[in-house]
């Protein structure tokens, strides 16, 4: 087997309680859960309310501030949609259904990502300047 080589985004802080390896498709990635005492934010007494999911905004604010949704999925359409197509007219157990079926799962993580990200950094911005904040519970 190959040398491993593990690349962190930050450094550790704290003791490591507990290490998970995961893959997704080809990438591995090793997720580190430790233990730090906690920093807690500057006290605010804002409040915000938060409608989330109204169309075409990805949230509303109590304070008239609209956050779009950035529609990842909406804007990657057209590749998945080729790749799937290219993936549909490989025969099974070759090793080109194989490349094609990596390139499809490489296109839906990266619009998990984007997506992941983007949830991140709105609640971040929300969490950073408000003290607290509410949300409808609508089925």
């Known amino acids: 087997m190959g040398s491993v080589k593990v690349k962190l985004h930050r450094p550790l802080e704290g003791k490591i309680k507990t290490a998970t390896v995961k893959r997704e498709g080809e990438h ?23 409608d989330l999911g109204t169309n075409p905004h990805f949230l509303v604010t109590s304070e008239g501030e609209m956050v779009e949704a950035p529609r990842h999925f909406q804007k990657a359409e057209e590749k998945l949609a080729k790749a799937q197509r290219e993936l549909s007219r490989k025969k ?11 390139k499809v799962a490489k296109l839906h993580r990266k619009i998990a990502n984007q997506r992941r990200d983007f949830h991140h950094k709105v609640a971040r911005k929300l969490v950073n300047r408000y003290g607290t904040i509410v949300h409808e519970d609508l089925n």
């Not at 591995?28 to 915000?48: G, H, M, N, Q, R």
């Not at 099974?92 to 990596?102: C, F, I, V």
């Open 92 to 102: 099974k157990g070759k090793s080109g259904r194989k490349k094609a079926r990596l």
């Open 28 to 50: 591995w990635y090793i997720i580190f859960i430790t233990e730090v005492d906690p920093k807690p934010l500057p006290p605010s007494e804002e409040a915000i309310g938060i």
